[in-house]
């Protein structure tokens, strides 16, 4: 069966470290999507990709990087891990920008 | 700058009580509105996905309403069992964002047996 995978599931790391959480789905479609969530914000957006070799920043993009080369994969990079950026992350992707379908997660915390 | 509320944040029921849970936004220039379930450490799960032309779709025991002049939608679940459990969001997306969903907090639901 077609999927979106995350790994990892949880991650610990040190302020100032780059880290990279990966994104994988085997459906072939071309938008996909990255979302944190935190107590009492809900889910927002981080980065968006539209199809391959494009990328733009969404909400809170600040100290996030991402990389589309292929259609199935969007690596999420956090440049110079801090603090404020301890969370669960989201990877979705969508056929038509209607219907998401969303990975199970990474936690990340940032000691 | 549109804004998507939930209320209650928390909820607790008896099994087999009628759930309705509020989600309100700001701008009702939207595109659509979906409702997600969210279990413990997991990722989020379509329910319903209304368009910004549509009053309400329905799929089983779960009813959802959608109000755009208001900005407000209702969830309904029916007669609920202690599966119900989770945390249900609703989020929108604007007429000029395609694909990019604006979430509320949530509504965390536990009915119990």
């Known amino acids: 069966d077609a999927e979106i995978t995350q790994s990892p599931r949880h991650k610990i790391t040190e302020t100032g470290r780059q880290v990279t959480l990966a994104c994988h789905q085997t459906?072939?479609?071309?938008?996909m999507f990255w979302y944190r969530q935190d107590l009492g914000h809900g889910l927002r957006l981080i980065h968006y990709?539209?199809?391959?070799?494009?990328?733009n920043k969404g909400e809170v993009s600040d100290g996030y990087s991402v990389s589309r080369s292929n259609t199935e994969d969007l690596p999420l990079t956090l440049e110079s891990a801090a603090s404020s950026q301890t969370s669960v992350y989201f990877c979705?992707?969508?056929?038509?920008?209607?219907?998401?379908?969303f990975g199970s997660g990474t936690q990340l915390s940032v000691l | 700058k549109q804004e998507v509320t939930q209320i209650p944040a928390a909820l607790s029921v008896p099994e087999g009580e009628n759930l309705v849970l509020n989600c309100s936004f700001t701008d009702s220039a939207i595109y659509n509105l979906q409702w997600f379930r969210q279990d413990p450490g997991k990722g989020l799960t379509s329910l319903l996905l209304i368009q910004s032309s549509q009053r309400e779709q329905t799929s089983g025991r779960l009813n959802a309403s959608l109000d755009k002049s208001s900005g407000r939608s209702t969830l309904y679940i029916a007669a609920s069992q202690p599966g119900d459990s989770a945390t249900y969001l609703c989020?929108?997306?604007?007429?000029?964002?395609?694909?990019?969903?604006?979430f509320g907090a949530g509504t965390q639901v536990v009915v119990t047996p």
């Open positions: 990709s539209y199809g391959v070799q494009d990328t």
């Open positions: 989020a929108v997306v604007k007429t000029d964002s395609w694909g990019k969903l604006q």
């Open positions: 459906w072939n479609h071309n938008n």
């Open positions: 979705a992707s969508s056929a038509t920008l209607e219907k998401l379908f």
